[in-house]
């Protein structure tokens, strides 16, 4: 009995925690569908006395925004296509082979997960001026290509391979790239999912470094076309508009969450992250 109440009272805990972490979404989407003109004094404070999509209507027409989604998949899925080559080279380099230095060097790659983005943000630029790759899907990815997290999370997936396996493989007379795609890759797609899914979301929301890098509409992604809405009045943003474009923004993230969920959850669980 005792064991049913502790389980009653983890869900309640649980359910809450829950509402409370969807308060500023569920916000962000009464706002948006609430009239513009109308005073806050009337209706209920969040959607007013009747539910309207002219907000979404007229942000749509603030900014390119078929553009800025290609600019951000073009973003996402390019960083995200490199990251996988660099972090299954150096996963593997640290957990299997052995060469002078490498424990320093791990600690050293390590040190970047302590050290806060905006701190590189005018070296990485001055970097991208000289290369001449100002405003261009390149200049976007560069600094993500390689990833310490990804590399951490690559080399504890590998150590937890049977080194056997591999050694059975060469046995055949397979080489590296053979031994990675038939032994190590496979049984690390979980850990791969695991990264790929926070990569993701962490890109799509970037904003200062675009902000930075960019200048047209051509390059630029969501999270920059969504600062246009800022300067839509003289008076400053209209609230509606900037929540109707702020869904705009994260309705891809929200529906790929709620669609793959589950597999989400077990990913980071078989993937060893605690």
Same mark, same amino acid.
């Given at each position: 009995?005792?064991?049913?109440?502790?389980?009653? %009272?983890?869900?309640?805990? !649980?359910?809450? /925690?829950?509402?409370?972490?969807?308060?500023?979404?569920?916000? &962000?989407? %009464?706002?948006?569908?609430?009239?513009?003109?109308?005073?806050?004094?009337?209706?209920?404070?969040?959607?007013? $006395?009747? /539910?309207?999509?002219?907000?979404?209507? #007229?942000?749509?027409?603030?900014?390119?925004?078929?553009?800025?989604?290609?600019?951000?998949?073009?973003?996402?899925?390019?960083? +995200?296509?490199?990251?996988?080559?660099?972090?299954?080279?150096?996963?593997?380099?640290?957990?299997?082979?052995?060469?002078?230095?490498?424990?320093?060097?791990?600690?050293?790659?390590?040190?970047?997960?302590?050290?806060?983005?905006?701190?590189?943000?005018?070296?990485?630029?001055?970097?991208?001026?000289?290369? *001449?790759?100002?405003?261009?899907?390149?200049?976007?990815?560069?600094?993500?290509?390689?990833?310490?997290?990804? &590399? +951490? +999370?690559?080399?504890?997936?590998?150590?937890?391979?049977?080194?056997?396996?591999?050694?059975?493989?060469?046995?055949?007379?397979?080489?590296?790239? #053979?031994?990675?795609?038939?032994?190590?890759?496979?049984?690390?797609?979980?850990?791969? !999912?695991?990264?790929?899914?926070?990569?993701? $979301?962490?890109?799509?929301?970037?904003?200062?470094?675009?902000?930075?890098?960019? =200048?047209?509409?051509?390059? =630029?992604?969501?999270?920059? *076309?969504?600062?246009?809405? /800022?300067?839509?009045?003289?008076?400053?943003?209209?609230?509606? #508009? /900037?929540?109707? *474009? &702020?869904?705009?923004?994260?309705?891809? +993230?929200?529906?790929?969450?709620?669609?793959?969920?589950?597999?989400?959850?077990?990913?980071?669980? $078989?993937?060893? %992250?605690?």
């Amino acid at each position: 009995m005792n064991t049913k109440s502790r389980f009653s %009272l983890a869900d309640v805990v !649980i359910i809450t /925690l829950a509402l409370i972490w969807l308060i500023p979404l569920i916000f &962000t989407l %009464l706002m948006s569908v609430r009239p513009e003109i109308e005073p806050i004094t009337n209706g209920n404070i969040f959607f007013g $006395s009747t /539910l309207t999509l002219n907000n979404y209507a #007229q942000t749509w027409a603030v900014a390119p925004w078929p553009k800025h989604y290609i600019n951000s998949v073009i973003f996402v899925f390019g960083t +995200l296509a490199v990251q996988i080559v660099t972090i299954t080279m150096s996963g593997y380099a640290f957990a299997r082979m052995k060469f002078a230095g490498r424990d320093l060097l791990l600690f050293l790659i390590l040190l970047q997960l302590m050290i806060p983005t905006g701190v590189l943000i005018v070296q990485n630029f001055v970097t991208i001026r000289r290369l *001449g790759l100002f405003d261009t899907h390149v200049a976007l990815m560069i600094p993500y290509w390689g990833s310490a997290f990804g &590399t +951490l +999370l690559m080399r504890q997936a590998f150590r937890e391979v049977p080194f056997e396996l591999e050694e059975a493989a060469r046995i055949d007379g397979a080489n590296w790239l #053979q031994v990675m795609r038939s032994v190590y890759i496979p049984l690390s797609i979980p850990t791969y !999912i695991a990264f790929a899914l926070v990569s993701i $979301s962490s890109h799509w929301n970037e904003f200062l470094w675009p902000f930075i890098v960019t =200048r047209s509409d051509d390059v =630029r992604p969501l999270t920059v *076309g969504l600062s246009k809405l /800022l300067k839509t009045t003289e008076v400053g943003a209209l609230y509606g #508009q /900037l929540m109707a *474009g &702020t869904i705009l923004v994260i309705a891809p +993230l929200v529906i790929l969450f709620m669609l793959f969920q589950r597999r989400f959850i077990e990913s980071f669980a $078989s993937s060893g %992250l605690k």
